[in-house]
């Protein structure tokens, strides 16, 4: 896929907007996409926020000026972080951003405990307090700062024994004592099986459909949905560019096409 190309820019800190990028591809069949990966400053959920919003809008510069048509921030910490800052740059071009699945947690689970698992900066934020409020009166929100979990999904070996014990660590106050699971960070779905076998089987929400959902509306409205009739491509980069890892970003995505 060459500059200047007809394609979707897709970006996260590192591998986990894979999962996003699942959704959208499964949404958007046609469609080109290129996902990039910061894996060079990866994670981003720990990091200040001004960092945060300066690495975002540099890569979205970047998928733009390669000939993006639209970008989207498949980060939760990243969109808190700069979507509107990115949107106020570029206000010809769709910019979607993700969240936490807050509203159909609460929505399904009404008057019951909805656990969010998300990173620091995300929580802290103005924008999932502001979200959180909403739906507070619907269900019991309990929100769960996970420190380098994202950074350990980053390093694969999902079945590790080292990865089970920190969801263990993590997740222990809360067994037997929710009635589901927001996943608020791009990465946890890729963990999904393991916080079940400790939470057990409950129903779990995250943001990657409602952004797919919302991309297909907005390339329609702007009459940007691709005329091909024959499947599109997915293109991955990094900044790291090493090949074991592209390799890693093309295992992930196999694996969350059947998430």
Do not use: W
């Not at 999962?19 to 499964?26: F, G, I, M, P, Y």
């Not at 024959?230 to 992930?252: N, T």
């Amino acid at each position: 896929m060459e500059t200047g190309e007809d394609f979707i820019g897709v970006f996260d800190s590192g591998l986990g907007g894979i999962s996003v990028l699942a959704s959208l591809t499964k949404k958007l069949p046609r469609e080109d996409f290129l996902f990039y990966g910061d894996s060079a400053n990866a994670p981003y959920g720990e990091k200040p926020e001004e960092q945060v919003r300066a690495l975002s809008v540099d890569l979205a510069d970047r998928l733009i000026q390669r000939g993006a048509k639209a970008v989207v921030i498949a980060c939760n910490t990243a969109t808190s972080a700069a979507a509107q800052t990115i949107r106020e740059k570029y206000p010809e071009i769709p910019i979607v951003g993700v969240e936490p699945a807050v509203k159909p947690a609460a929505l399904n689970l009404a008057n019951k405990k909805v656990l969010v698992m998300a990173t620091s900066m995300t929580l802290a934020r103005d924008k999932y307090k502001e979200l959180a409020s909403r739906f507070e009166a619907s269900a019991s929100l309990l929100p769960l700062a996970c420190p380098d979990l994202a950074a350990r999904i980053e390093e694969g070996n999902l079945e590790g024994e080292d990865l089970y014990r920190m969801l263990e660590k993590l997740l222990a106050p809360y067994i037997g004592k929710v009635d589901g699971v927001v996943l608020g960070c791009t990465h946890y779905p890729f963990v999904k099986k393991q916080i079940a076998s400790i939470l057990g089987d409950l129903p779990f929400f995250d943001g990657a459909k409602g952004t797919a959902n919302e991309l297909s509306r907005r390339l329609a409205a702007a009459d940007l949905l691709t005329s091909r009739t024959d499947p599109g491509k997915v293109i991955f980069d990094s900044s790291k560019k090493l090949p074991a890892e592209l390799a890693l970003y093309e295992e992930f995505y196999q694996k969350a096409l059947f998430l």
